[in-house]
């Protein structure tokens, strides 16, 4: 009899989270002279809003609240900081 494992959203949610620290630990090591927010915009994380710079000199992060963990890890995946072929 074989025994049927289901994943569930939670378990894939957790899955990406742990993948998403553990690449943002490793860059945090080769990078340390970045500050964490600085890291999580140039991975790819967090993503800055252009609009109103010019005229208010001010930078808007755009905030993933609701974006699924599999999403941010996948876009970090394409990232070039994230993954360089060095």
């Known amino acids: 009899m074989y ?10 949610r957790y899955q990406y989270n742990i993948a998403i620290v553990n690449r943002l630990k490793e860059l945090v090591d ?7 927010n600085q890291l999580l915009i140039d991975c790819g994380v967090l993503s800055s809003e252009d609009q109103k710079v010019l005229s208010t000199g001010n930078t808007f992060i755009k905030d993933p609240f609701y974006e699924e963990s599999e999403i941010t890890w996948k876009r970090m995946c394409k990232n070039r900081m994230c993954f ?3």
């Open 3 to 12: 025994m049927i494992q289901t994943v569930t959203m939670t378990d894939n």
């Open 84 to 86: 360089n072929e060095e």
């Open 30 to 36: 080769k990078y340390p002279e970045l500050r964490f």
